[in-house]
């Protein structure tokens, strides 16, 4: 487990104080890396900062909306002022607006671009000279099934989501000579607070996801302890399907 050792580094997790960026958090801390849970609710940063600390590891929390450009440089001067460095940068923090596409108004439009895609750039490029620093580094945008179709209900949502996944392409090929590896991961759905809004909002949301999933079940953030009374532990139980290139950016270079 040495190749997976992350002692001595420090990870920069947006929306690290719930739903699957704590997820995410708890498996890095569990590997060794110290935290900065970024956010905006003090209480639940805190106590996701606790939580995480259970691992052996440092953890801080560090308020910053990422909606904003200043709020994306601050949390990476503050993390690097409070741990000394940074080597990986996990863009999680995500919100949603659910109506249909005629009814958006450009507030709200900017509201999700903000929040879900342009925060993702700003924290990248105020992460690039610091993960140059360390001699390289890894960067994980969250994108989601919306990365590659659209849903009648969530047009900012999937606009955003889909430019998740060619802003991590086009990172990847310009700063790979930097030894920064970027990639996005796509969750299906997953059991959390957002999603547990778009269940109250879309009839019928849940039993369609299950009838169309093979798994039959949503994802938990954490994975699920037992699934239809067996238990589950691993991690990648909701990984399948997926043919991922292990190729050096080759396939992500036009
Ligand atoms: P949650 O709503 O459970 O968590 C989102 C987190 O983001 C919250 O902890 C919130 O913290 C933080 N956040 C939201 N807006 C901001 C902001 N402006 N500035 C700083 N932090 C912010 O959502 P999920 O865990 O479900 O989603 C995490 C990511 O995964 C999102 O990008 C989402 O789009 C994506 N995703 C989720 C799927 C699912 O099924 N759940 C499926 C596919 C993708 P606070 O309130 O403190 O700001």
Redesign the pocket.
Known sequence: MKLFDLKGRVALV??G?????LGMAAGLAQAGAAIAV????KT??EAAARQLASHGVECAFIA????REA?CRAMVHDTVARFGRLDIVVN?????IRKRPEAYDAAEWHHVID??LS?AFHACQAAYPELCKTGGGKIIN????TSIFGLAFATA?AAS?GGIMQLSKSLATAWAKDNIQVNAV?????D????RNARTQVEGLHDRVVARTPAGRW?C?RGPRRHRGVPRQRGLDFVTGTAIPIDGGYSAQG
């Open positions: 947006t929306g104080n719930g739903g699957i960026g970024v956010g905006r609710s639940k940063g910053a909306d990422v909606a709020g999680n923090a995500g919100t949603n929040t879900n925060s969250i994108g989601s099934m949502y989501k796509l969750p299906g759905w997953i959390t607070d957002l999603t994802g953030p």
